[in-house]
C-alpha cells in the first residue's frame, strides 16, 4: 500500500442551499496536491459540495464530534472560514479549506478531487490516546450496524472497551456513552417484540 491509499478520518463542514451547516465524519486521501473525498450515495455532503463547490476538512481530537454527528448531535460550535464560504469547527486542531477542482464520478462512490485553498493549525496534537482510535472504531461499527452481526459487533466492543477503561478521559468517556448507547438501542429494536 502506498501513501496515497493511507486514508485519514476528519469531520467534514459543507453548506446547505440555506446557509446552514452540515456536519458529518469522512475519510480522506491525499492525493500528491489533492484531497481527496469519497462520499457514498446519496450523500448530503456531496451535494452540497456539488452545488456550493467547497468544503472545510476539520481534524479534530475531540472524538465526541465523531460519535455525535453518529447520534443525531450535530450542533458543534463553527467559526468563519477564511478564504471559502463556509465554516470550520471551534475545536478542530487544524483545519484545510477545500475547492472542488474535478469530480470522478461512480454511481456507488463518486470521488471528490479538491484541492486546498487555506490550512491552519489551532492546537498542538497532543499523542495517540488508544481510547479515541476505540472511540472512531466503534462509531464504524455503529455506522455498519445493519451490516455486522450482532456477536461480532459484541465482541469487537467487548476488546474496544479495554482501551477506553485504561486510557479514556471524560471526553472519550462520553462518546463512548453515546455510539455504545447506539448500538445497544438498535439491538434492542431488532430483538424479538422489540420496538421504537
Ligand atoms: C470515522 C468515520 C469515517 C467515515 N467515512 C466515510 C466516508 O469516507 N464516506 C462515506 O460515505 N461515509 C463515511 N462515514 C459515514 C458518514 O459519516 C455517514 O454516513 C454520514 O451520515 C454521511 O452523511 P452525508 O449524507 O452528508 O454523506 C464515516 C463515518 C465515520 C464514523
Not at 440555506?18 to 446519496?42: K, W
Request: glycine content about 8%; charged content about 25%.
Amino acid at each position: 500500500m502506498n501513501s496515497a491509499q493511507r486514508i485519514f478520518e476528519a469531520i467534514v463542514t459543507t453548506r446547505h442551499a440555506d446557509g446552514g451547516i452540515h456536519t458529518v465524519p469522512l475519510g480522506f486521501r491525499h492525493e500528491g496536491d489533492a484531497v481527496v473525498l469519497s462520499p457514498f450515495r446519496p450523500s448530503t455532503t456531496l451535494d452540497n459540495i456539488l452545488r456550493d463547490r467547497h468544503a472545510v476538512l476539520n481534524l479534530v481530537d475531540d472524538v465526541r464530534i465523531f460519535a455525535g454527528c453518529l447520534t443525531g448531535r450535530h450542533d458543534w460550535p463553527t467559526e468563519e472560514a477564511r478564504d471559502i464560504p463556509g465554516r470550520r469547527l471551534a475545536g478542530a486542531l487544524a483545519h484545510m479549506e477545500l475547492r472542488l477542482d474535478r469530480v470522478e464520478d461512480d454511481p456507488v462512490r463518486p470521488r471528490l478531487i479538491c484541492l486546498q485553498v487555506h490550512a491552519e493549525t489551532h492546537a498542538p496534537f497532543r499523542g495517540f490516546n488508544r481510547a479515541q482510535a476505540a472511540v472512531i472504531e466503534a462509531c464504524i461499527l455503529a455506522s455498519r450496524l445493519g451490516l455486522l452481526a450482532e456477536d461480532k459487533i459484541r465482541s469487537e466492543i467487548a476488546y474496544l472497551a479495554f482501551a477506553i477503561v485504561k486510557t479514556a478521559g471524560p471526553e472519550e468517556l462520553e462518546a463512548w456513552g453515546w455510539v455504545v448507547g447506539r448500538i445497544e438501542d438498535h439491538f434492542r429494536l431488532m430483538a424479538p417484540g422489540g420496538s421504537a
